[in-house]
């Protein structure tokens, strides 16, 4: 009797199998992508000594925060420093803001005992003190802030935004560091009572040293005794020079507010 050869192959994988391999292959790519999403999340958390971007719709503007050292421990509530950059930093992109002044320092190792916030102001658009207030609000519902401790700076346009937060909500800041910025004479009886170090380069060609030099002699026409730091030889950027002076920080925790922030616009006392 003649045996028909078996021309099949037993090697062959069914359908069933095949099914098998891709489920299998689909899982190990949506676990890899969830990973990634976890690694990602886990790298964009504040962390004490670490810069980081937030984009938050309970704050008016995006921002980078850092946590100093030795954040976590505990229930101590920090110092809270907000840094309004100047025209040139506006846009989208958080990036930008971290390109200069306060921001690069802390990049690059610099040690502050405080929170600092820079929010990014959106092209097209200046800081308003509404805004800035807002967003002061809203980090204190994310972050153990002293609010006896909230304190104002920035350079350019963002110089002349701490002046105006601060003529708004005197009684909101413990002090205010205004670099190349200006406002009118006029605002100096208000700040008068407000801890004020501002400063300005002799050869600013973009801001005259004047619209902070007639402020400051405002403030002490009108009882203030606010400082004045004027750069002989250096023009506008004179920001990164600002915050790499330690005796500058060492001022700043000299001042607090008296009793719980006002946003009245009540004066602080000294």
């Known amino acids: 009797m003649t045996q028909t050869p078996n021309t099949g192959s037993a090697a062959t994988p069914g359908r069933g199998h095949t099914l098998e391999v891709l489920l299998a292959a689909a899982s190990l790519l949506l676990a890899t992508q969830l990973g990634w999403i976890v690694v990602e999340y886990w790298a964009s958390l504040p962390a004490p000594g670490r810069q980081v971007e937030i984009r938050s719709p309970d704050a008016p503007y995006p921002y980078l925060v850092f946590l100093p050292e030795g954040y976590a421990a505990g229930d101590r509530k920090w110092p809270l420093i907000l840094h309004l950059h100047g025209s040139g930093e506006r846009g989208h992109d958080l990036r930008a803001v971290r390109t200069t002044s306060l921001p690069r320092l802390l990049d690059k190792g610099r040690k502050v005992p405080a929170i600092v916030v820079s929010p990014q102001c959106p092209p097209g658009e200046t800081w308003t003190g509404d805004a800035i207030v807002a967003l002061a609000d809203a980090l204190a519902r994310r972050f153990a802030i002293d609010q006896r401790r909230l304190y104002a700076t920035g350079y350019s346009m963002g110089g002349y935004a701490t002046w105006e937060v601060g003529w708004m909500f005197p009684g909101r800041f413990a002090a205010i560091v205004p670099i190349c910025g200006g406002g009118p004479a006029a605002w100096g009886p208000r700040l008068a009572s407000l801890p ?75």
């Open 196 to 270: 004020t170090w501002a400063f300005h380069g002799a050869r600013d060609d973009a801001v005259p040293p004047d619209e902070t030099i007639k402020l400051v002699e405002a403030m002490r026409q009108a009882g203030g005794t606010p400082r004045l730091t004027i750069y002989d030889n250096l023009g506008h950027g004179i920001w990164d020079q600002v915050y790499a002076t330690n005796e500058l920080y060492e001022w700043l925790w000299t001042h607090e507010t008296p009793a719980e922030p006002d946003d009245t616009g009540s004066s602080n006392e000294r």
